[in-house]
């Protein structure tokens, strides 16, 4: 009961805390300025570009790494069958 009481303490003080924030009347104004149609569809727009882009560049960087990889296992498994690493002392 005692958690109950704290949990209920502290997320009503959280909100109280965060209630002026969702009252404020600017007018639709956020930190870019005024948020009309424009803006919101060049959002949209740089999100539908920017996505595939990041995958692209992504999987690029995975490609070049899984070569790296492959490239290292192949000479690892080409010295393990070299006879100069078969040698002892």
Request: overall charge positive; aromatic content about 8%; hydrophobic content about 50%.
């Amino acid at each position: 009961m005692r958690r109950l009481i704290v949990l209920a303490t502290t997320n009503v003080t959280a909100l109280a805390l965060l209630a002026p924030a969702a009252f404020a009347h600017d007018g639709g104004e956020g930190l870019y300025g005024q948020t009309d149609d424009k803006v919101t569809t060049a959002a949209g727009f740089i999100l539908i570009v920017a996505i595939p882009v990041f995958i692209f560049c992504a999987s690029m960087i995975q490609g070049r790494l899984e070569k790296r990889k492959d490239a290292r296992k192949a000479a690892t498994k080409a010295r393990s069958k070299s006879a100069e690493w078969q040698r002892g002392w």
